[in-house]
C-alpha cells in the first residue's frame, strides 16, 4: 500500500534512509546482567534501548544522542519537565535492540527484515556509544548480540519513544 514517498511497514512509515529508533526511560537506577553477573550499572539517568535499521548512518546516530541528552525529561523545583540528562548531571545505559524493528503486521511471528544486519547494527550502535560519551556523559553498555537480563527501575514512569532523522525537523 503505497502513502507518498512512504511505505507502510506495520505501525511504522519508513523511506529507503530507514529511522534510527530509541525508547528511553529516565531511571533512578538500571542495570544489566549476563549469566547472573551485572557487567553494567547506572544510577539516576536514561536507559536507551537503540535499534538500528536498514538503511541508518552516523548521522543518524548524531541526530538521535543530541535529542536523548537534551531532551528536558527531568523535573526542576516546580516539578516540570526542564531538565535535560546534561543538566542534572545524569548517567547513561545504552543497550541494543534489534526486536524494536519487529514487523508483527503478517501472522503471529514477528519479521526483523527491516532490521540493520549484525555488522552494521554493531558498527552503528559502537559509533552511538563512541558519541554518547565525547558528550561528557558516564556512559555503561549492555554486550552487543548477548542474552542480557536488563533491569530498569523507571522514575516516573517517564517513557519516550524517539527516531531518526526526527520528523518534522
Known amino acids: 500500500m503505497e502513502k507518498g514517498p512512504f ?19 529516565r531511571v533512578d537506577n538500571a542495570s544489566v546482567e549476563i549469566e547472573g553477573d551485572v557487567i553494567s550499572r547506572i544510577d539516576k539517568g536514561l536507559v536507551v534501548l537503540l535499534g538500528i535499521g536498514k538503511g541508518d548512518t552516523e548521522e543518524d546516530a548524531a541526530c538521535l544522542i543530541e535529542k536523548i541528552k537534551n531532551l528536558r525529561i527531568f523535573e526542576d523545583d516546580a516539578g516540570r519537565f526542564d531538565q535535560s540528562l546534561l543538566d542534572v548531571g545524569g548517567e547513561l545505559l545504552i543497550v541494543s535492540q534489534f526486536t524494536l524493528y519487529a514487523d508483527c503486521s503478517k501472522g503471529r511471528r514477528p ?20 558519541l554518547s560519551k565525547m558528550s561528557g556523559i558516564k556512559v555503561a553498555t549492555g554486550r552487543f548480540q548477548a542474552h542480557m537480563l536488563v533491569r530498569i527501575a523507571n522514575q516516573g ?6 527516531d531518526c532523522p526526527i520528523r518534522g525537523v
Open 157 to 162: 514512569p517517564v517513557t519516550i519513544i524517539l
Open 7 to 25: 511505505e507502510f511497514r506495520g505501525i511504522y512509515e519508513v523511506d529507503e534512509e530507514g529511522w534510527m529508533k530509541a525508547v528511553v526511560q
Open 111 to 130: 519479521g526483523f527484515d527491516l532490521a540493520a544486519s549484525p555488522d552494521d547494527a554493531r558498527r552503528l550502535y559502537n559509533h552511538f556509544v563512541d
